[in-house]
């Protein structure tokens, strides 16, 4: 197996070359389809993803895959990529930057590797679990001990209701001292390099999710599902420091 630095390597090709094909549709023309599940794919999407597939296919042929796009390949090898090519679709769509492509690999179902990459900010997170580089710098999470000076982030409000309960949400915003929807993948690169200290999503799959694990982990956060297990097996993202988790977790589960 290739060494961890080479990996990380690999996935800062994966996330160069997906750019490029990404940046020539932003803010420009193009057709929009809507998925069964009502979730729209462009062009972007599509292409970015089969070109990441082929260059894993190329140079990890033993390897397995799953994208949002194009489902999986030999997905019972022990190593698996888990793609999604642009995080926040509807971001992009609109024109707003924040959307990323996110980039995990499992062992054995478990993340060892996750990326975050924002084109059109030019930044790029990957963690290992153990540490977390955001362009190559160091980063973690920030000290916040007090839900008080807390900046809390989500995706969408309308979601807790739809997946959750809508109160414990409205409790936890009541208690800090900021609350943003500066969501999809860009609000756990906030979290991951110390500029917000919780963001939480009700409802992920695990192409919204396997990225992000490594990269909280490796910036010394905690991450897991809504009910503070393995997110892994879950279908929801709760990512702060070791300080507020479990007060969020019970304001979250007692509304």
Known sequence: MNSILELKNFCR???DESSKIIMQYYRSDFKI???PDESPVTIADKKSEELMREMIMKEFPDHGILGEEF???NFDAEYKWILDPIDGTRSFISGVPLFGTLIALLKNDNPILGAINHPVLNEFIIGDNSTTELNGAMVSV???DKLSSAVLLSSDHLNFGKYTTQVGFENL???VQLYRMWGDCYGYSLVASGFADIMIDPIM???DLAALIPVIKGAGGLITDYYGKDPMVGNSIVATNKYLHEEIIKILDNP
């Open 13 to 15: 090709m994966l996330s």
């Open 33 to 35: 389809e809507m998925k």
């Open 71 to 73: 489902g999986e390949y």
């Open 142 to 144: 920030r000290d916040c």
């Open 173 to 175: 915003i009541r208690k």
């Open 205 to 207: 799959s695990k192409w």
